[in-house]
């Protein structure tokens, strides 16, 4: 029974990784919007864990830096996406793209990690080999590689930030999130 409510969380975590990639935008990630004669939710389910493993192998965080772009804080990627809406001078450009350039040389080896672990864990539900001890040890080398992960995509939320002028800021939010920091 045990082993069943770890296979329930593992599921849980990709539904919310699902859930991150609604919020963030599903065309973002290369997944189609949800709806009527779309596909059943756990073909979305599948279809979510296969854009993440895309999206984290390519070093990008699929949401997990999430909580500090909805709050004022983006990343150099989506920054220079906007330059030319934000009006970065050449100078904020440059430094953009410096961050984003050491964030994806710090992220994907971490990536590479976490996708390791993902695969671990996986590997011990198709083998038949998993039971209690096993799956904890797989879950938390899966957490400590994501809290890897995540941490090197905030830390360059928060050097991003520091870039931008107030009105920039002000700008990006706007385009992104509709509304005001």
Excluded at 70 to 75: A, E, F
Excluded at 87 to 94: N, W
Excluded at 140 to 146: F, L, M, N
Aim: charged share 25%.
């Amino acid at each position: 029974m045990k082993v069943r409510k770890v296979a329930i969380v593992g599921l849980a975590a990709v539904l919310m990784a699902g859930a991150v990639a609604v919020h963030r935008g599903w065309a973002q990630h290369g997944m189609p919007r949800p709806g009527a004669g779309g596909p059943p939710p756990h073909m979305l389910a599948q279809m979510c864990a296969t854009a993440f493993e895309k999206n984290i192998g390519e070093g990008r965080g699929f949401g997990m830096a999430f909580v500090a772009d909805q709050q004022g804080y983006p990343g150099p990627l989506h920054v220079l996406e906007l330059k030319d809406r934000l009006k970065l001078t050449p100078e904020q450009e440059t430094k953009a793209q410096v961050l984003l350039t050491a964030m994806f040389a710090g992220s994907r080896p971490k990536s590479a990690q976490l996708l390791d672990a993902e695969r671990r864990l996986r590997k011990l539900f198709a083998d038949g080999k998993a039971d209690e001890a096993g799956v904890k040890t797989a879950i938390a080398e899966v957490e400590r590689a994501r809290s890897e992960v995540r941490m090197t995509h905030m830390l360059f939320h928060l050097k991003t930030r520091d870039l931008l002028s107030d009105e920039q800021r002000r700008l990006y939010h706007e385009t992104r999130w509709g509304g005001r920091e």
